[in-house]
């Protein structure tokens, strides 16, 4: 055995303890908090999770909240398919040399944090929005809506169909993303071979045996995403429909009193069984993605998108209309902040109002002429929390991909689903339960580290990491090894080699995920709600919940929470314009 | 549609085609029958393909014309739409379609009219693999095949559904020459056992002369 093969040997086991211990690491931060809360719960309410979920029934407000939750995801689900899939077609079908730019703009939504897009909608839907210019009153249900409401005695229906077309907007680029690479890089070949032959002579007949296995995977996994993401929606559900409550929100509005010992036990039971029921839906769902991930990724691969599109000629007048209807749809609700972020409308008598456009918001919001905190200190902590988030995911996740890499290319399969897997399982726990989980846990262990200023950043990792993960590990198994042997052969020291077979291949993807790793966490909401209020480390999107909630007597009010509002969706959008400069042309997967 | 009395399967008089600014071929005539197999020999690029996909509807016709003859004398004629009928042209494209979300009985199946229940396609798929010499390989998933395994497996799909042309854009090019000796004898005894007439378009000369009936030059039919 030479120098060299012993060096190896160590180096290799080294690798393995780092991998090894991100994997452990990652694995506490994710689940100590689930366990902290259960624990405290369980030991406040004096019932097993078990005996909690078997009497979740019992309370018929928690199976109101379970109702609400299922339908309105399911709603979510469903719509945001019939909207995403025509334009998925059309902007994967088509040669169009604005395509990119399309894509990408559809794709915003899904970085915004979701404080903005809750007041983004609300702009869209309040007096002197969009909607409610053209006689559409989803806020107050008057005209056609309310008249929806009186015949078929369904209560707010506006606010139902607001949330429905927000998580739509929320989660379109979910759609794109998923089904426009497996249409864009299909070989046409397939098609014309296709009707050409019995099997294929209909419509229904290629529907049924080309375009269903085809993206079917891939609707179905955009579909079971959605449906998880609106299930635990917690913002927008909180601002657009008021009067009715998800299992994220009745938690989130009763996790003040929970975990005290003595203290509305109640409230600790609801919370005990709601979340034990919760995660058990969302498990359920992330095993499906898993699943339905695996049946797509083993279907797609096939031609080069360039070659497809120039094949399927150009873009058709319906495609036209279509994707300019989809870009309105995602543009609306932006524009919609910004322009109310300007107008100030203050009353005059009589239900009669006035109407000036002016900075004055943008300057009270800057100076917290309205809050406790103003919007640069937000701003501040806000970038605080985003940046040691990112100095931990971003590291923490590469290890894990780096290891879910190495096992696979080990042969071990097995071992290299399971922390695949594993690293996705904080998305099947709410950011709601994350922070009560946090909180609760403190509670029960040290109540000192309530004055941690950085104490909101753990659940940002736990939140940020997974997507790390489902950036980077497609990235590492797309790098053919033959260029790092290339280097060693070409004699370069170690970390020459890793640079140039390894990082030059890693660093666009590396660039994506700490983009979207800060853009996650500078909109991260339920979390920080239910920390942030425990101190007084106000992040924007707190900031802008703060403000909204304040009576809007004061006409300043409600243009000072849309002008901080557009302050958090110009960050955001900013590091979405990165991500995209450097994710790799056709790259659809993963988010 | 118009009436047809002879024997002829296959008329193109003066068709042209041109993509853009460049020209692929002009004034092109040829006229073919009813259980007839011609190998059209003509070099790389020529636009042998781009012939095929006309024939069989995939790409629009501008100029001059193209009469698939039915057999009961009905003249289907391909104009400026794509339009493909199953039953009346298949093809078999260069390189192996074959879709793999599904096994080879499942891609077999394809070509049937009326395919059978779930649980009898493997033993239907068989009868017709045995044909090919591909016994066993029902149930196969089609990543396993080899490039002469995967294009028999198209052939017979091609032929199950019975079309009254078939069309074959050289589907034997990535074949070594041994194999490629082997199918072409056998494409063309299935093709005379069924009555179907086939249009071979090639650039292999051995290869024309094994599998047809007639060989025609490219240069021959076009201006």
Known sequence: MNCFSIEKKYFNYLKGLIGASAVIIFAIISFAPLFFAIERLQMVTGVSVISAMSSFADRPANLDSLTFTFVEASFSAVVTVLIGLPIAWHLARSEWKHVRLARALLAVPFVTPAIVAAMGFLALISEGGILWSIGIDLRLESGLIGTISDIFGWQHPGHFIALILAHAWFNLSLVIRFVEPPLATFDPRWEEQLSLLPGGNSRINRLRNLWIPFIGPAVLCAAAMTFLFSFTSFALVKWLTPFSETMESSMANMGGAAGIMGYRVDASLVILSTSAIQFLILMLTLILITLLQRRNNSRVSMISENVARHNRGKLSYVGKGTLFLGLVFTLAPMISIFVASFRIRSSIGNGQFTERFSFDAWVAAWQGDLSYVSASEALTNSLIYAIVTLLISLPLGWIISSTIHSLEKSNNVKLAKIVDVMSMLPLAISAVMVGLGILLGILRYNSSLFGFFLLPVLPHIMLTTPFVVRIMTPAMRAIDPVFEQQARLLNLNPIQCWWHGRFSFLRGPAIVAASLTLAFSLGEFGASWILVRTGSWDTLSILVDQLMSRPKFDPMVQPVAMATASMLMMLTFTLFVIAERFRPKGDGGGI | ?223
Not at chain 2, 50 to 78: A, F, K, Y
Not at chain 2, 128 to 137: K, Q, R
Not at chain 2, 198 to 216: W, Y
């Open chain 2, 1 to 223: 549609m118009e009436q047809n009395n002879d024997d002829t399967i296959l008329k193109i008089e003066k068709l042209a085609k041109s993509f853009g600014q460049t020209n692929i071929f002009s004034e092109m005539n040829l006229e073919m029958y009813n259980g007839e197999i011609i190998a059209l020999l003509g070099p790389s690029g020529c636009g042998k393909s781009t012939l095929l996909r006309m024939i069989c509807g995939l790409e629009t016709v501008e100029e001059g014309s193209i009469d698939v003859i039915e057999s009961d004398g009905n003249i289907i004629t391909r104009d400026n739409a794509k339009n493909v009928d199953a039953k009346l042209v298949g093809l078999i494209f260069q390189k192996p379609v074959l879709f793999p979300h599904l096994n080879v009985a499942g891609n077999i199946m394809l070509g049937m009219n009326n395919p059978p229940a779930k649980k009898l396609q493997k033993k239907v798929a068989e009868k017709y693999l045995n044909d090919v010499g591909l016994s066993g390989f029902s149930g196969n998933n089609i990543e396993t095949l080899s490039g002469g395994e995967a294009q028999r497996v198209c052939l017979i799909r091609a032929l199950i559904s019975e079309p009254k042309l078939l069309l074959l854009d050289e589907p034997f090019s990535a074949l070594d020459v041994k194999s490629r000796r082997k199918i072409a004898l056998e494409t063309k005894q299935l093709l005379k056992q069924k009555g179907i007439s086939a249009l071979h378009v090639t650039h292999d000369p051995e290869e024309a002369e094994l599998i047809s009936d007639r060989v025609i030059n490219w240069q021959d039919i076009v201006e």
